[in-house]
């Protein structure tokens, strides 16, 4: 496995790969990581994962420097899974000041875009950058990210990018926790607590399943039961999961998206229903 630094070594290095599957990630690597770099390593001869926390996607009151790095553990996880580790210096990838941006589409405003703005513009500006230096057939996302993976999916569609982006089902700790760097802010009774954004999903999809259709009112019974927990709410909604709009009469494939505070803690959980 070869750890690069520079853009220059990493096209260098890439330039006679003819199938790489790419998995761009921020570092602190869990058990969900690695799951999506097993995934990369069934479809490519070659898999290159990125670790870098990139600024661009954080505001000003976000959590951009004591997002966790951890590069020497990130690579002993990566050690025989992946051909090459691409960790660069923010001045690597932004050799001077960023002022072209991937302008998202509307429903980047809406949902975690409306609580973080300029994120998704970030996210996907980024993106499109280790695309062009990596330039994979194949890129695998988290569906945890589920806007982000809409969006990336739109992007790839609209700028006619010769990559197949595959969408990985959200690993999960025993109790149902979707698996997330964020997670090891929790103190251990938030830890206990956090279970219950993921029974509040199911409870939603069953009642969904059950035939109740009052999305509005369930979306706010969830929300209500939260906070009665003393979870805070920034939203729980009921979306179609193609466009992430709001689901047409009798739409069948819908998803419901969370995000939520536990404490000091950001978590955001999805679960997908089919009717
Ligand atoms: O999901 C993430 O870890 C990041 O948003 C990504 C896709 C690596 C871009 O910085």
Redesign the pocket.
Known sequence: MRIIHSVSELRAHLAQQRSIAFV???GNLHEGHIELVRMAKQRASCVVV?L?V?PL?FGPNEDFDKYPRTLEADCAKLEGLAEVVFAPQVSEMYPEQQTLYVEPPPIANELCGAFRPGHFRG?AT??LK?FNLVQPQIAI??KK?YQ?LAIIRQMVTQFNLPIEIVGAETSRAADGLALSSRNQYLSAPERTEAVYLYRTLTHLATELKAGNHNFALLERHAGQTLANRGWEVEYISIRSQHSLGFPALGGHKLVIVAAVRLGKTRLIDNLEVCL
């Open positions: 761009p990630t921020m990125s870098f990139n996607q996210m980024v993106v280790l996302f988290g990210d982000q």
